[in-house]
Every structure is written in structure tokens, then in C-alpha cells.
């Protein structure tokens, strides 16, 4: 974790920023607590003003003046981001800037097949108006009716249909942003081919607000599929869930657009948690996979052909096809209810590691070992996107123990068992962070297990672009 520099803002910087917003587009600290919540309750923001500019020049102003008084932004989306990167956790100096008012879809273009959207629209808002002219916007996670496309783009968001789609910054043709200098760069064009020098799109997605804020992104649109299969399997290992992924693809090709690995232990929590729930599986199994197909009308007859196939090669134990939406959605309710769950049910520790696919079955056997030598009796829900190797390990107090009467019973359990993770996915040639960023959660781990090239690469354009480092300071490099 590392700590914040922010100037001090001067009252007559304050003055100004209220001065480009108006009366409506600012509110007191004291008057805003949702933006300093932290979803999983570790942190509470800290800042001197929320700003909420609806217009794109108006954050250009807003930043050229931080910028001029070198005081510190902490961009604003959705909220929902779980390594700090939207808080300030150790100083009451930053400008809170949301982009809560920027919230509208500017254009539809089906000839390009993009939709060009503001940074403060909620995904599933976008979802929403691609359905309405008959496509969709392919970027999910469990958190689309609250999560803004503008953090999703700033963390390179992953969620459930990177399989077939891609991260966020796959499915983004150009953005609109204000740089640290105050500067509008405006690329929203959808061009699929733009040869000429650095793609700054590609730099700023992903940087965390740390080289710009991103307003407006013009994002990639598809056809609606006309059929969609989804199954729950129930298999002996994560193992396992590879070599049906393997013989489904030999039916089905790359019409698989969702792999959900996911664990007795989870499906037992998820359950038990929300009692509308059920596990349509008769027979319980440790592990099991939860699989969707797209495409043509027909998809459905060739994943129940390709389930035969894995039943006869003794790859999967118990299955269940979804025959109908609502079972289709009860199915995706036990997977997107699941961080809910690990969350009720007491977890200290939720990892957002990744590792090459086929060493993803020896990465879980690894990590619950070293886990174990930590301590024996807790219990460890893994699950996660298992066809891009992003598996989370949500490490629970043993059955009974109430989280904080085990933490101070434990002292340093939660990073004992953190740097565990990451030395362990490490070790398999992995990364300490898939999906959610760095943010200023592990700033110290990026320090420790970052290639020194890269390291020192990130740290120099940090400087080249934003040398008065007022753009979110704190997050990513200390």
C-alpha cells in the first residue's frame, strides 16, 4: 500500500473549480459519503471536494487549474472498483472528480458498428442501447448495473466474456480524454486501421487514471447471436474443466464466449447466502464449470453433442442444460452472486491473479498448499475465468469464526496469505494482477514482481506525461 502526495488545494483553486461547474456540478465532502465507500468495506476515501463536470471542456478546466496549482485528482467512475484506485485512503487534500454527469450515449453508428458513449454511462446501460438497435456491447461482469465504462476502460476490465471478446481495450476502436496538461485528445473516430505512432489509446486504457482521465470511448458492437446454450457441469478437477474445454471447441470452435470455473465450497456459500438459490446439480462435486455458447440457431444441439462426447470420455460427472431464460439466468445467478457470498461469508483475503492456462490446475493445488502452511483450517473459495487462466482465490475463516474475531486472533494473516498468491502465481509465469488493476492496493507488489524494464518504463512515461503528478497520485507507481 502506498501513500498519497497531494498538495494542499488553496481556496482560490477551489473557488475556480466550483466556478467551471456551476452550483449543480459540485458538492461538499460531507454531503458525498457513497464516493468514499470501498465495495469490500477495507478503506474510506478522503478528500476536500467531489467536482462533477457534465462536459468534457469542464473537465479540461477543472484539470488545468489542478494542474497549475499542482493539486491531485482522484478520477470517479462507478465506484466499484476493489484495489483503491478511485480512493484517496491517506489524505484529505484530493479533488474528488466524478464522471457521473457524463453519462449519455452520443452516437450509434451500425454502419460502423460502434457506440460512442460518455465515461459516466453504466455498462448495463450500454447493453441497453445496443438491444434497442439490435446488437450488443459484449464487455459483462457481475457489477454491469453499477460499474461506468469509463473505469472499465481506465482498469482494462475483464469479466465474463473475455474468452470470445476480449479485455475492454479489445473492444474500444478510440477514446476522448483530457491529459494531465489539460489538453482534450480527441480520437473517438472508428477507425479499425491507424498506423501512425503510439497508439495513446492503448496507453490510457488500463493506466488508471494515472496519464489521463477518459471521458468518451467509441466501443465495438455485434451482432446479437441467435441462440445461446448454457450448461452447469459438475467435474472432478480444474484439470478437467481444460480437457472439456479442448473437446468442446472441436465441436463448437470459438462460439464458447463464457468459461466460469467454479468450487463446491463456492456453490455451498452462494447457496447458502441467498436462499432463492439452488444447485441444480443431484450430485455434489468439488468442482464445476459453468458454460455458454453463441452463435447460429443449432449452437444448442452441438454443445449437448459435444456434453455427450465428454460424458462417454468420462470428463464430466453431472449436467445441466438450460432449457429456458430463466433457467439461463438462475444458472449466471449462482456465478454472479458468488463475490456477494465469499463476502457475507467472512472473506479477508480476494486475489485477482492470472497464470498461463495450462498451468492453472497446478496454480490452485499450489496456492491451497501454501495457504495451508499458513494456516490449515480456512477455507478457500477459487473460481474464476479459467479459459483466460484468471482464477480468484477468496480465503475465508474456518466455518464458525467470525472474520473479526479471526483477524485478531491472526495479526498479518491477510498479507501473509496475499503475498502467498503472488508469489505462487508468480512462480507459474503469471501475473499479480488480471482484471481489477493495481490501484494503490499493490503498488508494492507491482514494485516487487514487475519485470525492471517494465517497471521503470511505467514509471518514466508516468513522469514524461504527468511530471507534477497530479493525476491520481499514488496509484499504480509510488
Not at 472528480?97 to 459516466?120: F, H, P, Q, T, Y
Not at 441497453?128 to 450488443?136: K, S, T, Y
Not at 472499465?152 to 478510440?174: E, H
Not at 439452488?278 to 454443445?303: F, K
Request: hydrophobic share 40%; with cysteine; net charge negative.
Amino acid at each position: 500500500m502506498s501513500g498519497s502526495q497531494f498538495n494542499p488545494p488553496g481556496a482560490q483553486l477551489l473557488h475556480d473549480i466550483k466556478r467551471v461547474v456551476g452550483d449543480a456540478g459540485w458538492m461538499d465532502v460531507t454531503d458525498a459519503q457513497r464516493h468514499f465507500d470501498d465495495p469490500r468495506g477495507r478503506f474510506k476515501g478522503r478528500g476536500c471536494l467531489i467536482v462533477m463536470p457534465d462536459k468534457t471542456e469542464q473537465v479540461a478546466a477543472i484539470v488545468r487549474a489542478c494542474n497549475g496549482a499542482k493539486a491531485g485528482i482522484v478520477p470517479y467512475s462507478g465506484g466499484t472498483g476493489v484495489v483503491a484506485g478511485q480512493l484517496s485512503i491517506d489524505s484529505d487534500n484530493a479533488v474528488i472528480l466524478s464522471l457521473e454527469r457524463m453519462n449519455k450515449v452520443r452516437e450509434v453508428s451500425l454502419d460502423d458498428g460502434v457506440i460512442i458513449a460518455e465515461a459516466g454511462c453504466i455498462l448495463e446501460n450500454i447493453h441497453n442501447a445496443a438491444l434497442e438497435q439490435g446488437m450488443m456491447f459484449p464487455l459483462s461482469m457481475a457489477s454491469k448495473g453499477s460499474c461506468c465504462i469509463g473505469g472499465n476502460l481506465a482498469t482494462n476490465a475483464g469479466g465474463i466474456q473475455v474468452l470470445r471478446y476480449g479485455n475492454a481495450r479489445d473492444l474500444c476502436l478510440g477514446i476522448e480524454a483530457v491529459l494531465p496538461c489539460g489538453t482534450i485528445l480527441s480520437e473517438l473516430s472508428p477507425l479499425h486501421k491507424n498506423n501512425t505512432g503510439y497508439d495513446l489509446r492503448h496507453l490510457l486504457i488500463g493506466s488508471e487514471g494515472t496519464l489521463g482521465i477518459i471521458t468518451a470511448a467509441s466501443l465495438i458492437l455485434k451482432p446479437v447471436d441467435p441462440e445461446t446454450a448454457t450448461a452447469l457441469l459438475a467435474i472432478k478437477s480444474p484439470a478437467h474443466a481444460l480437457m472439456v474445454y479442448k473437446a468442446i471447441r472441436q465441436h463448437l470452435g470459438d462460439a464458447t464466449s463464457a468459461l466460469e470455473l467454479m468450487s463446491g465450497l463456492g456453490l455451498d456459500l452462494v447457496t447458502s447466502m441467498f436462499p432463492t438459490l439452488r444447485n441444480p446439480l443431484e450430485h455434489g462435486s468439488d468442482w464445476a464449470l459453468l458454460l455458454e455458447a453463441t452463435g447460429p440457431l443449432g449452437i444448442g444441439e452441438r454443445l449437448e453433442t459435444a456434453l455427450t462426447d465428454c460424458f462417454e470420455n468420462n470428463l464430466v460427472l453431472d449436467a445441466v442444460v438450460a432449457r429456458s431464460q430463466s433457467q439461463r439466468d438462475n444458472l449466471w445467478a449462482l456465478r454472479e452472486n458468488t463475490p456477494e457470498a465469499n463476502r457475507m461469508s467472512g472473506a479477508f483475503c480476494n486475489s485477482d491473479t492470472s497464470v498461463p492456462i495450462s498451468e492453472v490446475d497446478a496454480f490452485i493445488n499450489d496456492t491451497n498448499a501454501a495457504i495451508a502452511d499458513i494456516h490449515p483450517d480456512v477455507r478457500i473459495n477459487s473460481y474464476g475465468h479459467i479459459g483466460d487462466g484468471n482464477i480468484h482465490h477468496n480465503v475465508i475463516p474456518p466455518a464458525g469464526v467470525a472474520k473479526a474475531e479471526f483477524l485478531t486472533s491472526n495479526p498479518g494473516i491477510i498479507d501473509a496469505v496475499r503475498m502467498a498468491i503472488n508469489q505462487t502465481s508468480h512462480r507459474h509465469g503469471g501475473s499479480i494482477s488480471a482484471e481489477h488493476g493495481i490501484g494503490r492496493l499493490k503498488t508494492r507488489d507491482l514494485e516487487a514482481f514487475a519485470d525492471k524494464a517494465r517497471y521503470d518504463a511505467i514509471r518514466r512515461i508516468k513522469v514524461a506525461l504527468d511530471p507534477n503528478n497530479i493525476m491520481n497520485p499514488g496509484v499504480l507507481i509510488n
